[in-house]
């Protein structure tokens, strides 16, 4: 395992500690997020602690099945207690681009739903500004050439994710088009107009709504709150 996956397997283990038995949990997506499922796998079956997961993708869901995580939805639980999740960057007010794993949209929901989001990242996740990251944003398949035209206007060239050379479909069945801003001015503004363009279905800036960061780095593991 490479340094990275270390540190992601460490801060996917440090949240799986924090939670408590009975907690409903949303469980974001992402490499990191596999190391936390496992972990609360592991721990559910060593401490008899039992906890419910609502998954923000198949994928995750797949990994509470094989670790022995059980499942719920938004049809019997309506509130989280905690939200753990992955990210592409974190800046220091906490505001996050997410997405990369795709699943952008039901990360927000679950993110949402929950008392308190905690975020797990390594530490090359941490930066002083958003944007090198191009900004994953889901949006309708109907006329996407449309909704990517208005995004352009906001000053980045929108490239669609693709897939084996095909369109990227999200679990959602959306596209996903990733924006390279290179520098994030002004998050709020940015999510603000991104959010007005119809066939925007929803923007993988998290503005103002991670409350704790649990980073991995070469000094350790460190809560920021
Ligand atoms: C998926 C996400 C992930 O949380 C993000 O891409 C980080 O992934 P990883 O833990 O694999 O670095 O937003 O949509």
Redesign the pocket.
């Known amino acids: 395992m490479n340094t990275q996956d270390q540190l992601?397997k460490t801060v996917g283990e440090k949240a799986a500690s924090l939670v408590q038995d009975g907690m409903k949990v949303g469980l974001?997506?992402?490499?990191?997020?596999?190391w936390l499922v496992r972990a609360l796998g592991e721990r559910m079956k060593q401490e008899g602690i039992h906890i419910e997961g609502i998954p923000?993708?198949i994928q995750t869901g797949e990994w509470a099945n094989e670790f022995g995580v059980p499942l719920t939805d938004f049809a019997t639980t309506k509130e989280l207690d905690v939200t753990i999740?992955?990210?592409?960057e974190v800046d220091p007010n906490f505001q996050?681009?997410?997405?990369?794993?795709?699943?952008?949209f039901r990360?927000k929901i679950i993110a949402q739903a929950a008392e308190k989001l905690i975020i797990?990242?390594?530490a090359s996740?941490m930066v002083k500004q958003l944007g090198a990251y191009a900004l994953?944003v889901e949006i309708l398949p109907f006329a996407w050439e449309r909704t990517a035209y208005e995004i352009e206007k906001l000053g980045c060239v929108p490239v669609l994710r693709l897939k084996d050379g095909e369109p990227l479909i999200t679990d959602n069945g959306n596209y996903i088009v990733d924006c390279p801003f290179e520098k994030i001015e002004d998050p709020v503004d940015l999510d603000q107009k991104l959010q007005k363009i119809v066939g925007v279905i929803e923007t993988?800036l998290f503005i103002d709504m991670a409350d704790s960061v649990i980073v991995g780095g070469s000094e350790g593991v460190t809560m920021k709150e």
Request: without cysteine.
């Open positions: 992601k974001g997506s992402g490499s990191t997020v596999y923000s993708s999740d992955g990210s592409d996050l681009i997410k997405g990369g794993g795709a699943a952008l990360e797990i990242v390594d996740k994953p993988g």
